[in-house]
């Protein structure tokens, strides 16, 4: 795969495109109250592929929500920043700022995206809304939504005439996916954006963000619960558990030697179809229940190479190689001796 | 269409049909009652079958199968016979001269109660928990519940029998002169008044609350999210993203009522004896005038068919999702 842009593991250097410090959101209702995502820390590099793996219920929808300020009540964040350069910490700009920012330097595509258009309005007036929107030319901004419906190979002219009910499901994923870039923006984040596809379809999306990072200086944030998605793809890989990042590093090296037992359960859950066939097993067990206070490692009851210690003690993400960090007692013992 | 179209024009001439062949199976046929009283008068019975036959322009002796087709005969030619309650006066005539006033007002209530729970409907869908939410929930749930002839008596209790600020019945003040006047048209709004009230009240509490429900139910859709992770303005969202999605089912709801404003509401017609097409199938009713309400039947049914069509015709317009195989 060719990657034109310098990449930066190392999370330190630099001023980051995206800084989130010690995010915590919760769910609070009357009764219960979720830590969805507790104390995360995360730095996105300028241009860089983030790719961020977990089963489902680990918090990612809600990460990328965050960052779009756009968490779904009754939830909320309670702790930290997300410092997105000059704008500042984009949890506490006023809404309109922030919706100023949103589709122009940060932009989502949901997970099982099926229908984020009007099904009442042509795909062509709701390009034109964006640029609307953003004070820019509605005439320019149909120009560059024709060129950009042209790299996801797609025929802008029938699209944009479209009601987005006449376009098959991977073409609506290809035109959210032109719509999100109309502004160039800084950040994209995409939310398993191929999960509601079938196989061809998910492959051509997956060509797709190939050429954008070709093309386009963006940074993507690419959220997917299969781990065989991102590691040929992105840069960096944040594994989440439980609303916590418990490993993140080079794809490669994560896939290569896996830190954390949760990492190294999702890769062995890979189904090789190819190769000989390994031992191929789902891991046992389910996230915790996060609306209960976890005491220890989240992972413990599942981890199958749990200590005592891993019972009463929550492991912070530390460094064991750099640019590589994991959140496990046997890691960081390993590493100190 | 054409099938449709077709479907149509039978439902109209079943209701046609079953219409005709109820009233004159009945008890207390009036014709027959009149002949009946001419001969106790002492007419013969030759003289009082022209008599009868003339005035009401049938013939009461011949088969009713004969009966039925000339009367569909007349229909076909426009033809909507002779009113039994006014003998010389054809039905036709009857439902013209009623027919305006139902309109009016029917109408006008319609277009105040859809307009006022479209708006308000709104802004509850749209603030839950807000201040119209919370204050006009509870109202409007009531009022639809209530039957119109309910608040039709109780407003003609209050303000034209107690407060005496509104006039009990009529279309329009004996003194005044139907035309295009300023005193016509302002005795013709204090009229309506009561009856348009009467059935604006009861039918915003409808309103309202589909309104409100289909704004909360769109803005808890995918596409919401979509729109406003694009950075829309709220404004755009509202008028161009909600609200045209939102109306959808209420617009097929708004041309059905157009279809069954025709039948008027008997009882809030009766209540201020306002002289529209309820009032006239009251009267028609209480006095076996069976032409007329044959008539008013049928004009009821074509109505309430026709808008029918109109909504699914207007429903493919507006919804690019459904096509016209769909539907017709
Ligand atoms: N409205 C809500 N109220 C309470 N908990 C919620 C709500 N929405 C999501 N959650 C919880 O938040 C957790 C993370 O959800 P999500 O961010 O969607 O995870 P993922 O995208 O990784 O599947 C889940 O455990 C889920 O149960
Ligand atoms: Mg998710």
């Known amino acids: 795969m060719a990657r034109q842009h310098p990449i930066t593991t190392e999370a330190s250097s630099g001023a980051g495109a995206l800084e989130i410090t010690g995010l915590s959101v919760e769910y609070v209702t009357k009764r219960s109250r979720t830590r969805v995502i507790d104390n995360l820390t995360l730095t996105l590099q300028p241009d860089e592929m983030l790719g961020v793996v977990g089963e489902s219920g680990c918090g990612k929808s809600t990460l990328a929500y965050s960052i779009m300020r756009m968490i779904p009540p009754p939830g909320r964040p309670v702790a930290g920043a997300i410092r997105f350069g000059r704008h500042g910490d984009l949890l506490s700009v006023p809404e309109l700022y922030m919706n100023r920012l949103r589709g122009d330097r940060i932009a989502m595509i949901f997970q099982g995206a099926q229908s984020v258009f009007n099904p009442v309005r042509r795909i062509g007036r709701q390009v034109e809304d964006v640029f609307q929107a953003h004070g820019k030319d509605r005439r320019k901004g149909l120009e560059r939504a024709r060129e950009l419906l042209k790299a996801t190979q797609l025929d802008p002219g029938r699209v944009l005439k479209s009601y987005p009910h006449e376009m098959s499901g991977g073409m609506r994923q290809r035109v959210a996916i032109a719509m999100a870039l109309l502004l160039d923006p800084e950040i994209l984040i995409l939310d398993e954006p191929t999960s509601a596809l079938d196989v061809v379809s998910q492959a051509a999306i997956l060509e797709l963000l190939v050429e954008i990072r070709q093309r386009f200086h963006v940074s993507l944030i690419f959220i997917t619960h299969d781990f065989a998605v991102v590691s040929s793809h992105a840069d960096r890989i944040a594994v989440m558990y439980a609303g916590h990042i418990v490993e993140i590093g080079r794809a490669d090296e994560i896939f290569r030697v896996p830190r954390h037992p949760y990492t190294k359960g999702l890769i062995q859950a890979i189904p090789n179809i190819r190769g000989p066939l390994r031992d191929i097993r789902a891991m046992d067990g389910e996230p915790p229940d996060l609306s209960k206070e976890i005491v220890g490692c989240p992972f413990a009851p599942r981890c199958p190479e749990v200590m005592d210690a891993c019972r009463s003690y929550k492991p912070e993400l530390l460094t064991i190689a750099p640019g590589h960090e994991a959140a496990c007692i046997r890691a960081a013992m390993a590493e100190a001796q | ?328």
Do not use: C
């Open chain 2, 1 to 328: 269409m054409v099938r449709r179209l077709g479907t149509a024009v039978l439902m109209i001439f079943l209701v046609v049909t079953f219409t005709f062949f109820l009233l004159r199976l009945m008890p207390g046929n009036p014709t027959l009652i009149e002949y009946h009283l001419l001969l106790k008068q002492g007419d013969s019975p030759q003289a009082a079958l022209q008599y009868v036959n003339a005035l009401y322009g049938v013939n009461i002796h011949s088969p009713l199968f004969l009966q039925y087709l000339s009367y569909l005969g007349d229909l076909a030619h426009g033809n909507l016979g002779t009113s039994v309650l006014y003998p010389n006066t054809t039905v036709l005539s009857l439902v013209a001269a009623a027919l305006p006033w139902t309109v009016f007002s029917v109408g006008l209530a319609l277009t105040v109660s859809a307009i006022f729970g479209i708006l308000m409907g709104t802004v509850a869908g749209f603030k839950r928990n807000g201040l119209v939410d919370t204050l006009l929930t509870p109202v409007a749930t009531v009022l639809s519940g209530i039957p119109n002839y309910l608040t039709g008596t109780v407003f003609l209790f209050v303000f034209a029998v107690v407060l005496a600020w509104l006039p009990q019945s009529g279309a329009y003040g004996v003194g005044v002169r139907p035309g295009f006047n300023v005193p016509f048209l302002g005795s013709v709004f204090v009229h309506a008044a009561l009856p348009v009230v009467s059935y604006a009240v009861t039918q915003f509490g409808g309103w309202y609350l589909l309104m409100k429900s289909s704004t909360a139910s769109t803005l808890g859709q995918e596409f919401i999210v979509g729109a406003r992770s694009r950075g829309l303005t709220s404004s755009q969202v509202i008028y161009r993203y909600v609200m045209p999605n939102s109306l959808l089912p209420l617009f097929t709801n708004f041309v059905l009522a157009i279809g069954f404003m025709f039948g008027g509401s008997v009882f809030v017609e009766s209540i201020f004896s306002y002289p529209g097409l309820g009032y006239l199938l009251n009267q028609a009713v209480s006095n076996r005038d069976y032409s007329t309400m044959e008539g008013l039947f049928l004009i009821i049914t074509v109505a309430v068919i026709v808008s029918n069509l109109a909504a699914d015709l207007a429903y493919i317009k507006l919804d690019p999702r459904i096509s016209g195989e769909d539907v017709l």
